[in-house]
């Protein structure tokens, strides 16, 4: 257990000092530059979420294909996420974003990240994506209750995320112990 600890400690050190890297460490001055900065931290850390899950061999149409992540109702993180990925690969997959409204088809994603909505867009579109091999995050109070596999909290100031087991689990999707040990809070499937 303890070297889990280490290499948890490690694996958030490092995404730490990557986003502190691709981004800066000068502290914003305003409101709009602290959201801004939100937005990047978000989509650094959905980028580097893909790093740590494994999804069925049916997800993906080909050993090519790219690997799709979609964003709901948060085009600033879209644009963040798209400037990000590109040129760059999740395993050896090139990474695709596409923006997408409440209320579109959620197939063909493999990362799905919804944005700031109300509780009852946040349930239709995770029920849209339910059974689907993708993984669903979002930045909901409730987002874990209401069927989201990793969910955003901001926490002394600082972005952090949960993750639950179970909706994760129905998807067939695996999320690395390396992932978990770095997560605020693991709802683990009831017994």
Same mark, same amino acid.
């Given at each position: 257990?303890?070297?889990?600890?280490?290499?948890?400690?490690?694996?958030?050190?490092?995404?730490?000092?990557?986003?502190?890297?691709?981004?800066?460490?000068?502290?914003?001055?305003?409101?709009?530059?602290?959201?801004?900065?939100?937005?990047?931290?978000?989509?650094?850390?959905?980028?580097?979420?893909?790093?740590?899950?494994?999804?069925?061999?049916?997800?993906?149409?080909? &050993?090519? $294909?790219? %690997?799709?992540?979609?964003?709901? @109702?948060?085009?600033?993180? =879209?644009?963040?996420? #798209?400037? /990000?990925? *590109?040129?760059?690969?999740?395993?050896?997959?090139?990474?695709?974003?596409?923006?997408?409204?409440?209320?579109? &088809?959620? $197939?063909? %994603?493999?990362?799905?990240?919804? @944005?700031?909505?109300?509780? =009852?867009?946040?349930? #239709?579109? /995770?029920? *849209?994506?339910?059974?689907?091999?993708?993984?669903?995050?979002?930045?909901?109070?409730?987002?874990?209750?209401?069927?989201?596999?990793?969910?955003?909290?901001?926490?002394?100031?600082?972005?952090?995320?949960?993750?639950?087991?179970?909706?994760?689990? *129905?998807?067939?999707?695996?999320?690395?112990?390396?992932?978990?040990?770095?997560?605020?809070?693991?709802?683990?499937?009831?017994?």
């Amino acid at each position: 257990m303890p070297q889990l600890r280490t290499v948890a400690t490690r694996l958030l050190a490092l995404l730490a000092l990557a986003v502190l890297i691709v981004f800066g460490n000068s502290a914003p001055a305003s409101g709009q530059e602290l959201q801004a900065t939100e937005y990047r931290v978000k989509a650094a850390f959905i980028f580097k979420f893909g790093d740590y899950i494994e999804w069925p061999a049916e997800a993906f149409r080909s &050993p090519s $294909s790219p %690997l799709v992540i979609g964003v709901v @109702g948060a085009d600033a993180i =879209a644009d963040e996420l #798209a400037r /990000l990925s *590109a040129g760059r690969v999740v395993g050896e997959r090139p990474v695709v974003v596409r923006k997408l409204r409440h209320g579109e &088809p959620l $197939s063909g %994603l493999h990362m799905i990240f919804i @944005g700031r909505t109300s509780a =009852a867009q946040l349930s #239709a579109a /995770l029920a *849209a994506s339910k059974g689907q091999p993708a993984l669903t995050i979002a930045e909901a109070e409730d987002g874990l209750r209401l069927g989201s596999m990793i969910n955003f909290v901001i926490v002394s100031d600082k972005v952090r995320f949960d993750v639950a087991l179970s909706p994760a689990e *129905a998807s067939r999707l695996k999320i690395s112990s390396r992932l978990l040990a770095v997560a605020r809070n693991v709802v683990a499937p009831a017994p």
